[in-house]
């Protein structure tokens, strides 16, 4: 394939960058206002940059139980004070705080945009069977949600019975994939701009909801659509590089931390592509360091929080892993530094000091002048 196709097909991928996303029926629909909407934080300080850290041990289980005083967090390196901090979870809270607690919202989306028929199938039979565990008792609501090249349909009342979502689902009817290797580059421009606009889509949504989002999405990724032979022109690498600060704002703003699950499983294992995601997990400020693979789903999973699975046909227990995170976790407060520079990034590190214990929370925050 020649260069100036490929660079016109990126050309296309950014200007889909430029859109804030489509409704929850329509792919490629943009709202009037033409942007994202900042969110509402879920403090009475809306300036503050909240945190939602999940503490597991070396066999990646949840901690309960930890308090504010276990905690330090860094930004740049600096030690900031936690301006306010909760525990959700455990068996410590009363029923009080149980009653009162910050909602949380788990959903899981079941990608049949960037999988094959076949493997959709099989997605759904793993889910299935995570749903008719302990009897259909889930041990945390679910939302479920498919998203295709139709359009996106999420249920719009989570239930903790799985008996009762799965009735739901098997209503579904997945989709046949209409985008053909004759489509563009393979399909893969439409199918990265179905992608990343439902995401940035959810975002939006979510935005204006109160409380942590668990997004699960069963997917192997969308097109990294990077590579050695597309040369970006300097406007198109500030285009890449807003919507990379635009993606990563609005999904903190939303208090999203996303999953990924690749439902290739061992079929995938060891090859190239798997783990090329890790060569872009390092957020990016400089329009000569930008990459379309930096918005990638496996990037976004991890510098979010959450978790990029792989090289397991065991999907069922993997959706558990997941999930699991919402078994505990600790929700903390610190004030923004003001920004010296456009798309300035501040670097966050949460530890505590509990020999043993790993800590999980986004990467960063963009800032502006």
Same mark, same amino acid.
């Given at each position: =394939?020649?260069?100036?196709?490929?660079?016109?097909?990126?050309?296309?991928?950014?200007?889909?960058?430029?859109?804030?996303?489509?409704?929850?029926?329509?792919?490629?629909?943009?709202?009037?206002?033409?942007?994202?909407?900042?969110?509402?934080?879920?403090?009475?300080?809306?300036?503050?940059?909240?945190?939602?850290?999940?503490?597991?041990?070396?066999?990646?289980?949840?901690?309960?139980?930890?308090?504010?005083?276990?905690?330090?967090?860094?930004?740049?390196?600096?030690?900031?004070?936690?301006?306010?901090? +909760?525990?959700?979870?455990?068996?410590?809270?009363?029923?009080?705080?149980?009653?009162?607690?910050?909602?949380?919202?788990?959903?899981?989306?079941?990608?049949?945009?960037?999988?094959?028929?076949?493997?959709?199938?099989?997605? +759904?039979?793993?889910?299935?069977?995570?749903?008719?565990?302990?009897?259909?008792?889930?041990?945390?609501?679910?939302?479920?949600?498919?998203?295709?090249?139709?359009?996106?349909?999420?249920?719009?009342?989570?239930?903790?019975?799985?008996?009762?979502?799965?009735?739901?689902?098997?209503?579904?009817?997945?989709?046949?994939?209409?985008?053909?290797?004759?489509?563009?580059?393979?399909?893969?421009?439409?199918?990265?701009? %179905?992608?990343?606009?439902? =995401?940035?889509?959810?975002?939006?949504?979510?935005?204006?909801?109160?409380?942590?989002? =668990? %997004?699960?999405?069963?997917?192997?990724?969308?097109?990294?659509?990077?590579?050695?032979?597309?040369? =970006?022109?300097?406007?198109?690498?500030?285009?890449?590089?807003?919507?990379?600060?635009?993606?990563?704002?609005?999904?903190?703003?939303?208090?999203?931390?996303?999953?990924?699950?690749?439902?290739?499983?061992?079929?995938?294992?060891?090859?190239?592509?798997?783990?090329?995601?890790?060569?872009?997990?390092?957020?990016?400020?400089?329009?000569?360091?930008?990459?379309?693979?930096?918005?990638?789903?496996?990037?976004?999973?991890?510098?979010?929080?959450?978790?990029?699975?792989?090289?397991?046909?065991?999907?069922?227990?993997?959706?558990?892993?997941?999930?699991?995170?919402?078994?505990?976790?600790?929700?903390?407060?610190?004030?923004?530094?003001?920004?010296?520079?456009?798309?300035?990034?501040?670097?966050?590190?949460?530890?505590?000091?509990?020999?043993?214990?790993?800590?999980?929370?986004?990467?960063?925050?963009?800032?502006?002048?």
């Amino acid at each position: =394939m020649n260069t100036s196709y490929r660079a016109g097909i990126f050309a296309i991928c950014l200007s889909s960058l430029s859109l804030p996303g489509f409704t929850q029926q329509q792919p490629g629909q943009v709202p009037e206002s033409g942007q994202i909407q900042p969110a509402p934080q879920n403090s009475s300080q809306s300036n503050h940059i909240l945190l939602d850290v999940v503490v597991t041990d070396r066999s990646g289980k949840p901690i309960p139980g930890l308090a504010e005083k276990d905690f330090v967090v860094r930004d740049n390196g600096n030690v900031q004070n936690i301006l306010s901090f +909760r525990a959700h979870g455990g068996t410590t809270a009363t029923d009080e705080l149980q009653s009162t607690k910050t909602p949380l919202k788990i959903i899981v989306m079941i990608d049949e945009v960037n999988t094959t028929f076949d493997h959709v199938a099989y997605e +759904r039979d793993q889910l299935k069977k995570y749903l008719l565990q302990n009897g259909g008792k889930l041990p945390q609501p679910l939302l479920l949600g498919f998203v295709s090249d139709k359009g996106t349909e999420i249920q719009s009342v989570p239930s903790q019975d799985g008996n009762a979502l799965l009735a739901s689902f098997d209503q579904h009817e997945t989709a046949l994939r209409t985008i053909r290797r004759n489509t563009g580059f393979y399909g893969a421009e439409e199918r990265f701009q %179905i992608s990343i606009n439902t =995401m940035r889509s959810l975002a939006a949504k979510e935005a204006q909801q109160p409380g942590r989002k =668990m %997004i699960v999405w069963i997917s192997p990724g969308w097109p990294l659509l990077t590579g050695p032979r597309i040369d =970006m022109t300097a406007k198109q690498a500030q285009q890449l590089l807003a919507s990379i600060v635009d993606v990563s704002t609005a999904l903190r703003q939303a208090r999203i931390t996303m999953y990924s699950i690749d439902p290739l499983g061992l079929a995938d294992a060891g090859s190239v592509r798997l783990n090329y995601y890790q060569e872009f997990l390092k957020p990016v400020t400089a329009t000569k360091d930008v990459q379309i693979a930096d918005l990638s789903l496996q990037v976004l999973a991890t510098q979010t929080g959450g978790l990029a699975l792989n090289s397991s046909n065991d999907i069922t227990s993997q959706i558990a892993r997941c999930v699991a995170d919402a078994d505990a976790y600790y929700t903390l407060a610190i004030d923004p530094h003001p920004a010296d520079k456009p798309n300035d990034f501040h670097a966050i590190s949460v530890k505590v000091e509990t020999p043993g214990l790993t800590t999980r929370t986004r990467n960063g925050y963009y800032t502006q002048p």
